[in-house]
């Protein structure tokens, strides 16, 4: 078993071996397991940094009808609407409420999944496995500009293979992690066009496994990337658990704490999203 399962206590630091990252600070997102309360808790970038346990104050966002939530970083804050498709942008201010709320975008109930990774980048999963790129370039102020003329470009396919439920995230600069779960293996992906949506990817567009022991068979939910490599995953009993892939450019098995998880939070049943642009890599 990969000994990112494992909860490390002796206190032992992060220690960096291919790559590190700088971290802002940030917020971690979480909503209740029936999906309509939304809360955010505040993170240092220092916290972020070395995996210590979350330091800001939890903010209650709102409560919406049963809705599907991804972040896109900076205060964004995505919903899609499962039955109607429509793809709703909200704006969260320093209290920890809506500023700005509009619809940006239909038809979204068509994916398995999405996800975000920087830069207004949206990332969609069809049933049949195949992966599509969006860039929202009205991220900022919740505009519907999209590029391609909000046309989804195809940049991948045969995810349905790999992927058992919705467990596809991004820890930055277009490195794409599925999970499998039934067999809990981490698989590792860097998509090199996720600027300009062009399908190239690293190592031949095939993975590199990098852990396993994740997944809900595990006791482990959806994990949340915050960039440079940082992963935070709520596991059984709501602990909230903090990862450092520091082989996120390269799919190199190269783990913060020698693999071992941090807790850094309690009290956090159900999904928690990150944000993909609190980390950048040096």
């Known amino acids: ?12 630091a992060a220690v960096a071996t291919t790559a590190n990252a700088f971290c802002r600070s940030s917020h971690v997102y979480w909503h209740d397991p029936s999906g309509t309360s939304l809360s955010r808790y505040g ?12 330091d800001g104050a939890r903010q209650f966002v709102g409560e919406w009808a049963p809705v599907d939530f ?32 509009t619809r940006v975008g239909t038809g979204w109930n068509k994916f398995a999944e ?51 439920f919705p467990q596809m995230f991004s820890a930055g600069e277009g490195s794409i992690y599925t999970i499998d779960s039934y067999t809990g293996d981490m698989l590792w992906w860097r998509h090199d066009g ?12 095939r993975p590199k496994k990098v852990g396993t022991g994740w997944g809900p068979n595990y006791g482990l939910s959806r994990p949340a990337g915050m960039g440079g490599g940082h992963i935070y995953v709520s ?20 783990w913060a704490n ?3 998880a941090k807790q850094v939070g309690s009290g956090f049943d159900g999904t928690v999203m990150g944000d993909p642009h609190a980390c950048a890599g040096s």
């Open 70 to 101: 991804f972040t896109g970083g900076d205060g964004v804050v995505y919903a899609i609407d499962q039955v109607s498709g429509d793809l709703w942008w909200y704006s969260i201010g320093a209290d920890g409420k809506v500023d700005h709320a």
């Open 1 to 12: 078993m990969f000994a990112a399962l494992l909860l490390a206590t002796d206190g032992r």
């Open 114 to 164: 999405v996800f975000a990774a920087e830069a207004g980048v949206i990332y969609g999963r069809r049933g049949n496995g195949d992966l599509l790129w969006f860039m929202h370039e009205g991220y900022w102020d919740g505009s519907a500009s999209w590029a391609n003329g909000g046309v989804g470009r195809k940049v991948g396919s045969g995810f349905a293979d790999v992927v058992s």
């Open 258 to 260: 020698n693999g071992y």
């Open 43 to 54: 993170v240092s970038g220092s916290a972020i940094q070395t995996g210590a346990w979350l």
């Open 235 to 254: 596991a059984d009993g709501g602990r909230l658990l903090w990862f450092r892939h520091d082989g996120y450019r390269d799919g190199s098995s190269h």
């Open 194 to 205: 996720w600027l300009n949506g062009t399908a190239s990817w690293a190592n031949g567009g």
